[in-house]
């Protein structure tokens, strides 16, 4: 298990941008208190679209078999 500082100084180093700390605790607290349907929306959306995208290669490669 990781803490939200190893995390987004990782992520930070992957994408190449400089995360402060306040603002990842802050921004996770946002997400945390957040009352919608889903707390994390953008994620949701990210692993359906790439799951989408995946089935679409699959399908075109069965096609050309």
């Known amino acids: 298990e990781a803490s939200i500082n ?3 100084g990782y992520l930070g180093k ?3 941008v400089e995360i402060k ?3 990842c605790y802050n921004t996770y607290a946002n997400i945390k208190h957040r009352k919608n ?3 994390t ?3 949701d959306k990210m692993r359906e679209r790439l799951n ?3 089935q679409r290669d699959d399908a075109k490669e069965q096609a050309r078999r």
């Open 14 to 16: 992957l994408l190449g």
């Open 41 to 43: 929306y953008f994620l």
């Open 21 to 23: 700390d306040i603002l």
């Open 37 to 39: 349907e889903s707390r």
């Open 6 to 8: 190893e995390l987004t």
């Open 52 to 54: 989408l995208r995946m």
